[in-house]
Structure formats: structure tokens, C-alpha cells
């Protein structure tokens, strides 16, 4: 039970990223045409894709979406096997809970990766394969600025740029539970610390009696 407690959460974020994404890919337009305007100017939603990495970075190679969704794939196991490991070890309920949600973000974009370019059709153009090469689907647009940087700027210079990126329900659900940890990272490992000093003194104690009951007994035995 404990185990599908946590691993429960990662599905609920999974399935909440995969059902607004779908609802956004059949319900609305692409790019500004669609564009819903939330809370005036500031908070848009604006269905857009992601070929890449986080920012849109990407790998140069013809093959670098492919060698990018593989890594996810290993992450995805990695991070799975350390979730199963921290609960048997029963670490910080809070701090299992934002592994849970990292993990859940994590696969939910990783499903776009894997399977959108054949489900959705919308890996690149020239794409080797639509395996592997789907594109994630954004959506929340946070906008603080907008518009065309001055030339004269190092490597964004003359291009239009927006000052915060636009995400999805898996990005936001990575960067609070990173963001938690970060933040009360203290209080999850002390008390983890704590925890071990207290099953390892535990531990000594056991032993020095066991030593002690062996001297008593080959004292008796003499």
C-alpha cells in the first residue's frame, strides 16, 4: 500500500499532463491564433510545441532527439528504482511526495517524446522516424515580457524573445517538487540523519549487549 500511495501520485500527475495536453492539442489553434487570454496579458494559455529540451534547446545531431528521449527513458527507470528505494528506506514523506511528482513529470513528457510523432503527428519534418520524435506540447504561457532584443546583444541579439517559457502540467509538476526540495532540503536529510544515527545506535546497543551476555556466559562456563 505505501508503495502505490506515492507511486499513485506520479500516475495522477501523468494522467492530468496527458489529458490537458490532448484537450489542448484537439480543442484549440496553434500558436497566437489560439491564444486564451486567462488573466489579461500575464497569463495566457498558447498551445505551442517543444522539439527539444527544456527553453526549446536541442541537440545538434540528426539523431540528438533520439539520443534525448533515450536518456529520458534511462532517467525515467533511474528515477523510479531511487522512489522505490526511499520508500523502503522511509524517508521524509514530503520529500517521497516531490520525487513522486518529478518522477510523474517526467514520464508525462516523455510520452510526448515516444509517442505523439506517431499518435499526433507532429514530429519534425525531417524527422528519421515519428518514434521517438515527437514534440511536447506547451501551454501555459506566463508572459513578464515580450518583443524583439536590440541587435548590439550578445547571442539573442535581433530575435524576438519572450522572457518566460511556456510549460505544461509535467514541467510545473518537476519544478515544484524540485523547488520543495531545494527549499526544505534541510529538514528532509537531518531528519533522515536523525533517523540513522538513532537505528544505528540502536544497533550498537544490541551488540554490546550480545558482547556483554557472551562474556557473562564464558565467565559462567569457567
Not at 528505494?85 to 514520464?107: D, E, F
Not at 508572459?143 to 535581433?158: H, R, V
Amino acid at each position: 500500500m505505501k508503495y502505490f500511495k506515492y507511486f499513485g501520485i506520479a500516475l495522477l500527475v501523468i494522467l492530468i499532463d496527458q489529458a490537458v495536453k490532448l484537450m489542448v492539442h484537439y480543442q484549440m489553434d496553434f500558436g497566437t491564433p489560439g491564444q486564451i487570454k486567462v488573466i489579461g496579458d500575464w497569463f495566457k494559455l498558447h498551445y505551442t510545441t517543444n522539439p527539444g529540451m527544456a527553453f526549446g534547446m536541442q541537440l545538434g545531431s540528426e539523431y540528438g532527439k533520439l539520443i534525448l528521449t533515450s536518456f529520458r527513458l534511462v532517467a525515467m527507470f533511474g528515477i523510479g528504482y531511487y522512489l522505490y528505494y526511499i520508500i523502503k528506506k522511509k524517508m521524509h514523506p514530503a520529500y517521497i511526495v516531490c520525487i513522486s511528482m518529478i518522477l510523474g513529470g517526467a514520464i508525462g513528457n516523455l510520452i510526448d517524446s515516444i509517442f505523439y510523432g506517431v499518435w499526433l503527428n507532429n514530429a519534425p519534418y525531417n524527422a528519421p522516424s515519428p518514434w521517438f520524435h515527437g514534440q511536447v506540447i506547451d501551454m501555459f504561457y506566463i508572459d513578464i515580457w515580450e518583443g524583439y532584443l536590440p541587435e548590439w546583444m550578445p547571442f539573442f541579439g535581433g530575435s524576438y524573445t519572450a522572457l518566460w517559457p511556456i510549460f505544461n502540467i509535467a514541467d510545473a509538476s518537476i519544478f515544484v517538487g524540485v523547488a520543495i526540495i531545494l527549499i526544505f532540503q534541510n529538514k528532509f536529510f537531518k531528519e533522515n540523519e536523525e533517523k540513522k544515527t538513532i537505528e544505528e545506535e540502536e544497533v550498537d546497543e544490541i551488540q554490546k549487549q550480545f558482547i556483554e551476555g557472551e562474556e557473562k556466559t564464558s565467565t559462567s562456563n569457567q
